[in-house]
């Protein structure tokens, strides 16, 4: 079975922090995906990245950064938190154009 | 991707199917359908896709009517276990990014 781990579960960081949520998937995919989930506003994509050391804003990338250096990992990077970045953090993985498999989500929070 | 509207809400009395209804109307020659589900407080999972015919796995079948206009999710044997918001996606395979997930329908199964 597919494997996504994120690196927490709950967090709970300061506005003005700097924040590194990691993503692993044990699968060898190309593709790997940020997404964060609001109540009403459902899944929004924040970056992907089709191979290593390359990636792609999606609709929200204000206020992130990614990075991609090796295959299996990950990041999603926060690099001044504030208090509109609370919410549920999912990371997903997959074949190109194929389903995705998500993690177990982390729940950010920022006070 | 097309624009699927699904029942804000159902029940089932568990043990029973459960049979989960998406309208697609729009729905182009080359999409699929996907479904996935989202128990409370976790990662969405992949349950089942299809083009046109129907589909079977472990976890569900996936009935699309022969105009691929609708389509019906169907978990044979309900468990309380198979309460989550289900999603139905219709989207073109060979996109490498997003799936963009609605509203769902948030299904309980009742003891």
């Known amino acids: 079975d597919v494997k996504v781990t994120q690196s927490s579960r709950y967090l709970v960081k300061r506005t003005g922090e700097k924040v590194f949520l990691e993503c692993v998937q044990d699968m060898d995919h190309e593709n790997m995906f940020w997404y964060r989930q609001d109540p009403g506003l459902g899944l929004r994509l924040i970056y992907f990245s089709y191979d290593v050391k390359m990636k792609e804003k999606g609709d929200i990338p204000e206020g992130y950064s990614v990075s991609r250096e090796k295959k299996e990992r990950f990041s999603l990077i926060l690099e001044s938190a504030s208090t509109n970045q609370t919410s549920m953090y999912l990371c997903?993985?997959?074949?190109?154009?194929?389903?995705?498999?998500f993690g177990p989500g982390t729940r950010l929070t920022v006070l | 991707d097309a624009k699927t509207t699904q029942p804000t809400s159902m029940d089932c009395a568990e043990g029973r199917a459960a049979n989960l209804p998406c309208n697609h109307s729009?729905?182009?020659?080359?999409?699929?359908v996907y479904w996935y589900r989202q128990i409370h407080s976790q990662g969405p999972q992949y349950i089942i896709h299809?083009?046109?015919n129907n589909e079977t796995n472990e976890m569900a079948s996936l009935i699309i009517t022969e105009d691929r206009k609708s389509s019906t999710l169907i978990l044979p044997h309900a468990t309380l276990r198979d309460t989550a918001v289900y999603y139905c996606?219709?989207?073109?395979?060979?996109?490498?990014?997003?799936?963009?997930f609605g509203t769902g329908t948030s299904l309980t199964v009742i003891p």
């Open positions: 729009t729905i182009s020659g080359n999409e699929y």
């Open positions: 299809g083009l046109k």
């Open positions: 996606i219709v989207r073109v395979a060979d996109t490498g990014n997003q799936f963009y």
């Open positions: 997903a993985s997959s074949i190109p154009g194929r389903e995705q498999f």
